[in-house]
Each structure stands twice: as structure tokens, then as C-alpha cells.
């Protein structure tokens, strides 16, 4: 029988010496635990088992028939459909492939002997490997912005062998992940206002700068508008190997005496009542001989090194907008926001144009293994 959360946090506080509590505080402690792991408990997917087997003296994945290939995707889909949905963060997809080595002996005069495959053992390692070259090629054509390098960060394949009297290979898939504890990006969001600080040289000017999960199905185009409340700030957006900037963007010819407080301004700033562009000027790429740009500029270079490509953005009516299309195994989006000016207070709000679940993609064939 499956414990109760209740019973579970009891057996934890006993082992730690904490008993008699009071009905409200034991309330209160259970309120406080529920709330935490209902909002990044570790979730576990049901698994998936299937057996595949090739043909008497076969083990490349051209060799395969095409009826294979879609029977193997077609056990597949609960996997990749979990994958591709992109609600788990953290995920880690297990595949466990146990190969049975024929006892039949092979032949010497075979060409099984004369490609290297001088025992059935060899033969079971020969079919694992096609066979996770076949698995391999199924999610990537089945999963947008799936490669082999993602999958090697989210895929585990245990492969062995196993003396048997067939040819089969068991395999059984699990998925495991966990729910978001941050601001979760996903379809039809608006975050209300993110508050970050006024920054300054030891963070690099970086106000706000938050690794945010994102819920998206891959294939997804997506466009995330950010929009500062009046004090400009420089927003820049990085998802998987894709980055963007917005500039110093807000309200620049908005006059700045009313937003700060006696003190808060060099006189000369006051005395001329200069607007957010005038001032944004000054302190970004004269003050100093441009500390605060170069600073900037560095941390942004840091970006950049990870992530090759550009992704496009542009002015909108809900603020600057960066679009990009999501990709499978890439659940994350990174948010730093420079601040400079003033204490850095957005939203964000995210639209989506889901794919067409009516296109079907291409399944691997026989021939593209050769």
C-alpha cells in the first residue's frame, strides 16, 4: 500500500526525535511539505516494454524491414509523445536493452565469422547497437530539434546480453523528472510584475537573471514579450544554443526627475530634467569611459559563447518580443535582465502557434542506415 504524505512526514519527524507536536502545528508542517513537493516532487512516468527481434543471421539496421521501423516507432510513441510535450524538467529517459545470445555456434565459414562476429555473444552486441542506431534515428525525425548530442544528455541506453534460446531484445523505458519550483514559461502566460534590483559593477550590472522552466511541445513557435515598467532596461534571452537582446528598451523620452528620490541623481541631471534616453546615455556609455557598457558587453560574450545563433526580436505593442521554436530535450530558457538605471520591474507575457498535430513526419527507412 502506497504511504500517505502524512504518514511519510510522521516516520521522518520521529527518526529526527520530534513527536507530540499539536494537531495545528503537525497541520502546519504537512501544509508547509505539501506545498514544497507538490510544487517539484520527482514524477516517474509509466514504463515501456516491447520486445524486437531480427532476423537469423541479421544485426544491421539496414537490414530491418520498413514494418519493423513502424512497429518499433509505434512502441516508441508514449516516450517520444512525453518528450516532445516538454512538461517534465530535468528529465532522464532510461532505455534498457537486454540482448539474448543464440547458443547456436557460428558458423566459421559464414559471413557472420568473416565481418568479426565469431560468437553469439558478439552478434547480441552487434543487434543492441543497430538497435539504438534505429532508436536513435526514430526520435530525431519524430521530435523537432532532436540530435544525437541532445539525446546524449537526456538518454541513457543500457545495453546488455544474456544467454538465451532466441533472438530477441527486451527493452524497457522509463522517464523520470520533476515538476517546476520557478516561474514556469508556458502557452497563454502572463508572470504579472518580476522585480529585480538596481545593479551595479560587482554583478556585472545584472539585475534580474533567472534560469526559468519552460512547458512548451516542441515544435512550438514561440514569442515572449518583456515589458520594464517606464526605467529602460536591457533584456537578453537565451534558449539552447540561441540567444537575443533587446537593447535598452523602455519608455526613453519619459523625463527621469519624477522616479527618483532627492539624492538619487547627480545634481546636473536634475538641473536639466534629462530624459531616460539622455540619461541611459550617459551612464551606459560615457560615464567612466563606458564601464558599464564594457561590463555588459562581457557578460553578454558570455552568453554568445554558448549559444551560436541569434534569434530574431523586435519592438511590439506588449513590450520586446523574442521568437524562437522550441526543440525536444531543451526544457530551459535563461533570462538576464541588466538594470543599471534603477530598480528593474517587468512582465513577461508569452503567445504560441502550436505545430500542426495533422503532419505526420517521415519515419526513418531501411536505406538511410547504409
Request: glycine share 8%; with cysteine.
Amino acid at each position: 500500500m502506497k504511504k500517505t504524505l502524512e504518514s511519510r512526514i510522521a516516520e521522518q519527524l520521529l527518526k529526527i526525535g520530534v513527536k507530540n507536536l499539536s494537531s495545528a502545528d503537525t497541520r502546519k508542517i504537512h501544509e508547509r511539505v505539501r506545498t514544497i513537493m507538490e510544487a517539484g516532487e520527482p514524477v516517474t512516468v509509466d514504463p515501456v516494454n516491447f520486445i524486437f527481434t531480427f532476423q537469423l543471421a541479421k544485426y544491421n539496421a539496414n537490414e530491418v524491414s520498413q514494418a519493423d521501423i513502424n512497429k518499433l516507432a509505434a512502441d516508441l510513441k508514449p516516450i517520444i509523445n512525453n518528450i516532445g510535450a516538454g512538461t517534465l524538467i530535468n528529465a532522464k529517459t532510461t532505455i534498457t536493452l537486454v540482448g539474448e545470445a543464440d547458443p547456436t555456434p557460428i558458423s566459421k565459414t559464414g559471413s557472420l565469422y568473416k565481418a568479426g562476429i565469431t560468437d553469439n555473444k558478439k552478434l547480441a552486441e552487434a543487434r543492441l547497437a543497430s538497435l539504438e542506431r534505429i532508436i536513435r534515428a526514430i526520435i530525431i525525425s519524430q521530435l523537432t530539434g532532436a540530435t544525437d548530442a541532445l539525446i546524449d544528455k537526456a538518454v541513457v541506453f543500457a545495453k546488455s546480453t544474456k544467454t538465451g534460446t532466441t533472438r530477441n531484445i527486451t527493452a524497457n523505458i522509463t522517464q523520470t523528472g520533476e515538476t517546476a519550483t520557478e516561474t514556469v514559461f508556458k502557452c497563454d502566460f502572463n508572470s504579472g510584475e518580476l522585480n529585480g534590483k538596481q545593479a551595479d559593477a560587482s554583478t556585472s550590472y545584472v539585475g534580474y537573471e533567472v534560469t526559468h522552466p519552460i512547458t512548451v511541445p516542441a515544435g512550438t513557435e514561440v514569442s515572449l514579450h518583456f515589458d520594464p515598467y517606464t526605467i529602460p532596461d536591457c533584456f537578453v534571452l537565451k534558449y539552447g544554443d540561441s540567444w537575443g537582446t533587446s537593447g535598452f528598451y523602455g519608455v526613453m523620452d519619459e523625463p527621469i526627475n519624477n522616479y527618483y528620490a532627492e539624492g538619487e541623481l547627480p545634481d546636473w541631471v536634475r538641473a536639466k530634467n534629462v530624459n531616460f534616453g539622455q540619461y541611459a546615455q550617459y551612464i551606459i556609455y560615457k560615464e567612466n569611459g563606458g564601464a558599464v557598457n564594457k561590463a555588459i558587453q562581457q557578460k553578454i560574450a558570455q552568453v554568445k559563447a554558448g549559444a551560436p545563433n541569434q534569434m530574431s526580436g523586435q519592438d511590439s505593442e506588449l513590450g520586446w518580443k523574442f521568437t524562437f521554436t522550441t526543440k525536444a530535450f531543451e526544457n530551459t530558457v535563461q533570462l538576464i535582465v541588466f538594470s543599471p538605471l534603477g530598480n528593474t520591474k517587468f512582465e513577461v507575457a508569452i503567445s504560441c502557434k502550436l505545430p500542426d498535430p495533422n503532419i505526420l513526419k517521415p519515419l526513418p527507412t531501411p536505406q538511410s542506415f547504409n
